[in-house]
Structure formats: C-alpha cells, structure tokens
C-alpha cells in the first residue's frame, strides 16, 4: 500500500463549490504539507503541519483552509472554488530533523 | 520574489547525452539542497541531496555540483536513457524555523531513443 495517498485523484467541480481535498499517511511522520502544481511555476506551499496542533500558511494560502485531524491525516479545503485554483494538488509528508519529503500521488482539480 | 531560480524549462537530448540543469539561490542561509523527479502522473520523489560542506556528490548515474561562492548548483545525468525522461526540481531549505522546502520552477527533460 502507498505510504502517503490522497483522494480523489481527480474532481471537476463548478465555481463557488465548496471542496475538500484529503490526504492520509502511514509513514508515522509529523509534519504534513499541501502544494499545488501549476505548469512552468512549479510547486508552491500552500499550508504546513508540524504536528497536530500546529497549522501555519505557506506562500499562497489565500482561498484554502486545512484541518489536521489527526498525525496521519491533513485535508485541504476550498471553501468557495475559483477556476484559477484549477492545479494538480500535493500532499507530502517528512520527518521532524529529516528534510526529505515524501510526496502523495497528487489530485487533479478542475474548476470550471 | 523567487528564491530559486532553475534552469531550462524544458530540455531535450539524445540517448547517451548529458543533460545539465542549473539553479540559483539567493539566501546564504539555506543549507540543504535536493532535487526532486516527478514522472507523470506521480509525486516528486527524491532523486539526490547536497549540502554546501562538499562541491559534488554522485550517486549513480547522477550528479550534483554545488558552487558556494557563485550561489549556484546543477544536476549532470550521465549516459541519460530514456527512462529519464520526467520533470526535475531543484529546491533548498535552511536548517531552523520551518525547514521547509522552496521549490524551483523545474525542467520537463525529454531523452530520445
């Protein structure tokens, strides 16, 4: 079984939609982060995790919001959709001292 | 701001060849410099890792050169196969506060059979 997953995998929804994108890790890491993934501007953080009770905003946190449910679970929310949020989204995970980050399959958002 | 500056964008090149891949960076703090491949369809995953004590590290068929003073590091494919086709990243992140990786604008490379 994948490591760290995410779901859905794809999702068209309309505009004005409220969205929730879900990941969930079996790594036991601490630290979870979102990123989105536009062609030519590479990844971009949108929000971080460094445990349960600690949710800071990343470089382009404006129109999300994020839950840490749990250690293994961090869900992204769209709270009124917009077709300029239409990106491929990540989730990844790494480990407190660690820096590598482990990277979800991805979800394919499409605003229309 | 962009605190990683990477490139080409894209990037083309035979079976055998060498693809080079450059990145900037601006913060003399960041201590820790990775490069990321993504194929389609999946995560980035990482492919290897520097940092600014040493000037080059090799694993396999890939290799980092790390330039302090120029503020400057690139990945070498040797013998590139078309396996490696994928989307490369450079990114860098310093050690205290967040840790948390900054990402360049990666480089789609393609290797003809």
């Keep these: ?10 999702r068209i929804t309309k505009t004005g939609k409220r969205i929730m994108l879900e990941c969930s890790q079996t790594k036991g890491h601490d630290r979870m982060y979102w990123y989105r993934q536009d062609p030519g501007l590479g990844l971009r953080l949108i929000y971080y995790s460094f445990d349960v009770k600690d949710i800071n905003k990343g470089e382009i946190s404006d129109g999300y919001s994020v839950s840490r449910q749990a250690q293994a679970k961090f869900s992204l929310s769209l709270e009124s959709a917009i077709p300029n949020q239409t990106a491929l989204y990540f989730c990844a995970t790494s480990e407190t001292g660690i820096r590598e980050q482990y990277f979800g399959p991805g979800t394919r958002l499409t605003v229309t | ?54 000037s080059e590290k090799k694993e396999g068929r890939f290799t980092i050169s790390f330039n302090k003073s120029a503020k400057q590091f690139s990945l070498h494919i040797m013998d590139s196969q078309p396996g490696d086709s994928a989307t490369y990243f450079c990114a860098a992140s310093r050690e205290g506060g967040s840790e948390k990786l900054v990402f360049g604008k990666g480089t789609k490379l393609t290797v003809n059979p």
Excluded: H, M
């Design chain 2, 1 to 54: 701001q962009q605190q990683v500056k990477q490139s080409p964008q894209s990037l083309i090149v035979q079976k055998g060849g060498i693809p080079i891949i450059n990145c900037a960076y601006e913060n003399t703090a960041f201590d820790y410099f990775p490069w990321y491949q993504q194929f389609p369809g999946k995560g980035p995953a990482l492919l290897i890792a520097i940092r600014p004590d040493v």
């Design chain 1, 1 to 10: 079984d994948a490591d760290v997953t995410q779901t859905p995998r794809n």
